[in-house]
Nanobody
Framework: QVQLVESGGGLVQAGESLRLSCAAS????????MGWFRQAPGKEREFVAG????????SYSDSVKGRFTISRDNAKNTMFLQMNSLKSEDTAVYYC???????????????????WGQGTQVTVSS
């Protein structure tokens, strides 16, 4: 089992930045591809960004491309999401996820991930 804990959420104004972290523990060898998802009130959970096992490949949803950057430090079992130029529509609960069987950054479906964190709230005021 892999346990994931997100941190770094908060309340910011539009145009500001936040950096989310996701710390993995347990059998971290099972955390291959990892990703960030988000869920706004009344909406379905959506893919935000993904990163490959080695960290060399990344993918992003069109809504965050150019503003968000995903990265990971495997030595510290931690994944990050740097969010710049935040907009009110970025307001959501952000979840980190890890896949046991997928190694690439292109896993954009929630069903491709086996482990999930509890989520961290990001609120962007306009």
């Amino acid at each position: 089992q892999v346990q994931l804990v997100e941190s770094g959420g908060g309340l910011v104004q539009a145009g500001e930045s936040l950096r989310l972290s996701c710390a993995a523990s347990g059998r971290t060898s099972g955390a291959n591809a990892m990703g960030w998802f988000r869920q706004a009130p009344g909406k379905e959970r959506e893919f935000v960004a993904g990163i490959s096992r080695a960290g060399g490949a990344t993918s992003y949803s069109d809504s965050v491309k150019g503003r968000f950057t995903i990265s990971r430090d495997n030595a510290k079992n931690t994944m990050f999401l740097q969010m710049n130029s935040l907009k009110s529509e970025d307001t959501a609960v952000y979840y980190c996820a890890a896949s046991r069987w997928t190694y690439t950054s292109r896993a954009s479906q929630a069903s491709q991930y086996d482990y999930w964190g509890q989520g961290t709230q990001v609120t962007v005021s306009s």
